[in-house]
């Protein structure tokens, strides 16, 4: 059994696990995929709103890097992943959990994606790197659908897939919005997200809802 696999939570054949700080964040889950690199966290607050507003990782009482409100974040092949997404940018970082070297970034421009494949001038060496954005090249016949599309990186090649499944609902901009997103051997998508229940899709067909309990 591959050591790294199995504290990485990918022996059990979906790709890594993801966390959204701070809402989809388990902190005592998270420092057990860290710890093997001497890091450990501290939460931040902010002082009027109480709410978590940062997260420190920390080696020997040093922080090494700060993850800011909103941030979404994996741990792969001893790196951490950081991503972000705003209306038209996708930012992607690759951080080496040593810190022994420079973090890695590759910026998207969303409204250049096209529906289908297209190519990355450059990347990080990323395999199955699947989240969730909106673009406006999603189209539906009736207004009230949302816009959200799969994107799915590996190595230079960036899939964008439409989110019929969720679009289709007819969206809560806001309010109701998918978060985490893994792919297990099948080829289907495992998701969860924002005042939603956990979900199993096909992910390159129209896909049906499967509700299911970790």
Known sequence: MNLIKKIFGQENGLTSRQFY????????DFRKLISPFNLTTE???????????ELDLINNNETKLTIEFGQSLMIENENLITWSTDKDTLTIKKFDLEFNSDSKIIEIEIPKLELGTNQLENNLGLTNFITYIRSEKIKYDL????????????DDVVEMI???WFNEKGGDY????????QIDTYGNLIGSGMRMENFKTELRKKAYNTVYSK
Do not use: C, H, Q
């Not at 700080?21 to 005592?28: A, D, K, M, T």
């Not at 806001?174 to 997103?181: D, E, Q, R, S």
């Open 21 to 28: 700080f701070p809402y989809f964040f388990n902190e005592r």
């Open 43 to 53: 939460v931040k607050f902010d002082e009027k709103t109480k709410m978590a507003s």
């Open 143 to 154: 207004d009230y659908y949302e816009t959200f599309a799969i994107i799915v990186i590996t």
């Open 162 to 164: 439409p989110f019929d």
């Open 174 to 181: 806001g309010y109701v919005w998918p978060a985490l997103a």
